[in-house]
């Protein structure tokens, strides 16, 4: 088992920044690769970001590609997400997960509470 907890979201004006966190536990954390999603109003969850567990190899949507960057550490059970030059279309939910990747997506296994994100034209 997995719990996850996310924080660090907030209200920013476009343009600007936030790190968002995810603190996760288990013994089995470090096995995961783990991701960030985000969920706007009225749509579907999207994948944003994830990274094996080595921290080697990272994905990212094209939406955030350039703007995010995606880090863990796994002696603190943590990852973040260094999110800059936010646009008003950044403003979601924010969800850390922890899964598996396939050869072309991301499978998630567990996923915490989320965190809110509002950007500000």
């Known amino acids: 088992q997995v719990q996850l907890v996310e924080s660090g979201g907030g209200l920013v004006q476009a343009g600007g920044s936030l790190r968002l966190s995810c603190a996760a536990s288990?013994?089995?954390?470090?096995?995961?690769?783990m991701a960030w999603f985000r969920q706007a109003p009225g749509k579907e969850r999207e994948f944003v970001a994830d990274i094996r567990w080595s921290g080697g190899i990272i994905y990212y949507a094209d939406s955030v590609k350039g703007r995010f960057t995606i880090s863990r550490d796994n002696a603190k059970s943590t990852i973040d997400l260094q999110m800059n030059s936010l646009k008003p279309e950044d403003t979601a939910v924010y969800y850390c997960?922890?899964?598996?990747?396939?050869?072309?997506?991301?499978?998630?296994?567990?996923w915490g509470q989320g965190t809110q994100v509002t950007v500000s034209s």
């Open positions: 288990g013994r089995t954390f470090s096995s995961y690769t």
């Open positions: 997960s922890a899964g598996s990747r396939r050869s072309s997506y991301f499978s998630p296994n567990y």
